[in-house]
Each structure stands twice: as C-alpha cells, then as structure tokens.
C-alpha cells in the first residue's frame, strides 16, 4: 500500500466542480461563529458536491484569512450566498421545492439513519450555532428534523463534524444504497 499523490487523485478544476456539483444539496449554517467551523462547511461542501451554502446571520461570508484557514480554498468553488435572516434563506430554498430539514435535537426529530431520503428531491440541511443551535424560527420553518444518536455523556457534536456526518449519510443514501 501507498498514499497516493496529489496527481493521483484527479480532483476537478473549479470550472468543472461548477459543472458537476449536485443541484438537490444545498447547505444552511444558521448563526455559526467560528470561522474555522464556516472554513470547515465550505470544505466539506466540496467534498460532497453542494451545489449552494447559505451563510445566515452572524455566520462570516469570505474574504476572510480565518475561513481560509480552514477552507483551504473551498470558497472558490461552492457558490454561496449570505443572507442577513436565515428565514430568507429558508423562504428562496422552499420557493425552489427544496425540503428544509433541521439538524436538531427536537420532539419530532429521527435518528439520521432513519431518514429516508428519496434520490430527485431537493435537500436543504440547516446546521445552527455551536451554542445555541439552531433558533426556534427556524425549527418551526423546517419540514423535518434528524438528530444523530449519541452514545456519551455530551448531547452534541461539533458542527463541521456534523455536517460531514450528514453529507456523508446523504451520499451513501441517494448515491451507494
């Protein structure tokens, strides 16, 4: 066994990502604080083909050296778009057919690996604050909500773990099962 290099992996040029990238996935942060966690979302769009991240509230848009960071230059090629109420965001997204789901722990969330997704529909995951989750108005705005099981003492995950957690269900769902 050996690691493969980086000509190896043929990864697509920015140009060809905007070709390819999957026009049922789009993603929602809903106030994040951190710009290593939006750094982080950006990245990991990438890797899954989002076709859109919506940048709501306080969440920071690019150009910024912390996103960077994190991003690695995944804000070149996942479009975005920053809206200053995540109801906007949420209002275009249902305008467009796409299903809202909330990745929150509430009263009528399911076990992510309960959620059955249907491989034509459009998505739209909606991740909230690293303290606060995702606020109240937009729970009651979305048409469903998972949760992913926990086995520990804490009853959250970080949110870029999150999200890559969810993308990579939705992958193996819509596209592998």
Same mark, same amino acid.
């Given at each position: 066994m050996r690691k493969l290099s980086v000509d190896e992996l043929n990864r697509l040029s920015v140009e060809e990502y905007a070709q390819n990238n999957n026009p049922n996935l789009v !993603?929602?942060?809903? =106030? !994040?604080?951190?710009?290593? =966690? !939006?750094?982080?979302?950006f990245r990991t769009a990438d890797a899954f083909g989002v076709n859109r991240l919506f940048l709501c509230g306080i969440t920071a848009s690019p150009p910024h050296r912390e996103i960077q960071k994190t991003a690695l230059g995944a804000t070149e090629s996942v479009n975005w778009i920053y809206t200053k109420e995540t109801k906007e965001a949420l209002e275009l997204l249902k305008s467009e057919n796409f299903v809202i789901v909330a990745v929150e722990q509430t009263d009528k969330s399911q076990h992510l690996q309960n959620f059955e997704l249907l491989p034509d529909q459009k998505y739209a995951f909606v991740f909230g604050n690293e303290v606060y989750g995702i606020s109240q108005e937009t729970v009651e705005a979305a048409d469903k909500s998972v949760e992913i099981p926990q086995f520990g003492t804490k009853h959250s995950f970080n949110v870029s773990v999150t999200i890559g957690i969810v993308l990579w269900h939705y992958h193996y769902k819509v596209f592998l099962v």
């Open positions: !993603i929602v942060l809903d =106030n !994040i604080r951190s710009m290593h =966690n !939006i750094g982080s979302a």
